[in-house]
């Protein structure tokens, strides 16, 4: 079992919804991050979070909202949302941040998002 | 710039044989190599990495990967195969010098065939 809590598991929302994904770890990490992944594709950064502050956002659209309410919780919300945006959403957490180490990333079990 | 390459869309291997998994990287100077793995429908599982000093690194479930710097690979290996080590394997990179985020390979799915 992961030691990252992600909920729910599956998600289906319409274009007009207003939704959020959580996810939580009690490791002590100091560091969280959102991953996006389509079907038999790597995961694609779009968000990382070092001491709850953000310190990248890969260039993602308004409509994908982070949060990190402390340092054991990440949310993302989600609004007016498109089709092409069903995919998995994977949070990762590591040690230290992983810009500057190399802790490796623990990754939760994902969000399986379907976009209507 | 820093990218990893791997190969390999699918790798077909019998029970109890031996496993290599390629990884090609481009990185600058020293790089930081990882391998992850990916069952389905879950996330993905830190395998093993290499930082610095021993070119063979041992990680979980019997896998081990040998960095070589002069062919800049990483490849993942296992001596014997078992048929519960099919999934998705993803090598990444990333350069220590700057704030750069980790890098993925496009992934490798693995096979073995009792």
């Known amino acids: 079992d992961t030691e990252v809590t992600q909920t729910p598991k599956h998600l289906v929302m319409g274009m007009t919804n207003k939704k959020s994904l959580k996810c939580e770890q009690h490791m002590g990490h100091r560091a969280m991050y959102w991953y996006k992944q389509k079907a038999k594709k790597p995961p694609e950064l779009m968000f990382v979070?070092?001491?709850?502050?953000?310190?990248i956002n890969e260039s993602v659209p308004s409509r994908f909202s982070p949060e990190c309410p402390n340092s054991s919780l990440l949310n993302l919300h989600l609004h007016a949302l498109q089709p092409e945006d069903s995919a998995l959403y994977l949070c990762a957490s590591s040690q230290q941040d992983g810009l500057i180490s190399p802790s490796p990333l623990h990754f939760g079990n994902g969000t399986r998002l379907t976009v209507t | 710039a820093q990218s990893v390459a791997q190969p390999e869309d699918q790798v077909n291997v019998a029970e109890g044989n031996p496993l290599t998994v390629k990884c090609t990287y481009s990185v600058s100077g020293n790089p930081y190599l990882f391998w992850y793995v990916q069952y389905p429908n879950r996330g993905l599982q830190f395998l093993l990495k290499y930082i610095t000093g021993d070119n063979l690194v041992k990680g979980s479930y019997g896998f081990e990967a040998e960095f070589n710097k002069s062919q800049t690979s990483f490849h993942l290996k296992k001596p014997s195969a078992l048929v519960s080590d099919s999934a998705l394997y993803f090598c990444?990179?990333?350069?220590?010098?700057?704030?750069?985020?980790?890098?993925f390979g496009k992934g490798t799915r693995l096979s073995v065939i009792a």
């Open positions: 990444a990179v990333r350069d220590p010098r700057g704030n750069t985020p980790l890098v």
């Open positions: 979070y070092s001491y709850e502050k953000l310190s």
